[in-house]
């Protein structure tokens, strides 16, 4: 799989979006708290994957 700059951005702005429902969802329902924070877990560690592999392509952060 190629490594773009769009794809990086992309993996962020999914991060922020989930991190937003976390925090909206977690005020009414507490019961999913854990399964929120695997989620986010998910998100957070494709990220990183995603940056690590940009920056050995192109020694670039963004």
């Given at each position: 799989?190629?490594?773009?700059?769009?794809?990086?951005?992309?993996?962020?702005?999914?991060l922020?979006?989930?991190?937003?429902?976390?925090?909206?969802?977690?005020?009414?329902?507490?019961?999913?708290?854990?399964?929120?924070?695997?989620?986010?877990?998910?998100?957070?560690?494709?990220?990183i994957?995603?940056?690590?592999?940009?920056?050995?392509?192109?020694?670039?952060?963004?």
């Amino acid at each position: 799989m190629t490594v773009t700059k769009a794809r990086v951005i992309y993996g962020d702005v999914i991060l922020v979006i989930a991190l937003l429902a976390f925090y909206f969802l977690t005020k009414q329902f507490t019961e999913n708290v854990l399964a929120m924070s695997l989620i986010i877990l998910l998100l957070v560690g494709r990220s990183i994957f995603w940056h690590i592999n940009w920056y050995k392509a192109t020694g670039k952060i963004y």
